[in-house]
């Protein structure tokens, strides 16, 4: 990687170059990252509106990546980002995990987290019932903007 670095620059690299078997490869990176600290800011340049970033489609012979970095660079940052899956699920189901309902773990092991975020209050007792809940997360009054609810059903 430092070769092809050192030769076409860190950017939109569109190279030849031949894989560990000696075949004919194209190599099409857009970043080529030498610094783990560049990878959140690339992570979300690529982040579609789902929070997901979009796929990239190769054929045989073809390396076309968005982001590259050398071996082991990652592994740091994929944990923190993978520590984070299940948060804005969490921010939901806090309210129907407080009245009995059960989450996969991924998905409570952000209660505590939530907890400290998210207001909820409860009266399912007498003529006007209802549950209140929310949370000072990123998203979460535009997602109630956009009709994102779901259904949480006693069990």
Excluded: C
């Amino acid at each position: 990687m430092d070769k092809i670095g050192s030769k076409y620059g860190l950017t939109n690299i569109d190279a030849w170059g031949k894989d560990k078997d000696g075949n004919k490869l194209h190599y099409q990176w857009d970043n080529l990252v030498i610094s783990p600290s560049n990878l959140p800011a690339l992570h979300n340049q690529f982040r579609g509106p789902e929070g997901r970033p979009y796929r990239v489609k190769t054929r045989k012979g073809e390396w076309k990546s968005r982001i590259v970095v050398e071996k082991g660079q990652r592994a740091e940052y994929i944990k923190l980002v993978q520590s984070h899956v299940g948060r804005w699920k969490a921010k939901w189901a806090y309210a129907a995990w407080r009245l009995g309902d059960e989450f996969p773990a991924w998905i409570a092991r952000h209660f505590d987290y939530v907890s400290r975020k998210a207001p909820f209050t409860a009266k399912l007792e007498g003529p006007n019932q209802f549950i209140e809940f929310g949370s000072s997360g990123v998203n979460f009054r535009k997602d109630i903007g956009m009709g994102r609810f779901y259904e949480f059903r006693r069990r």
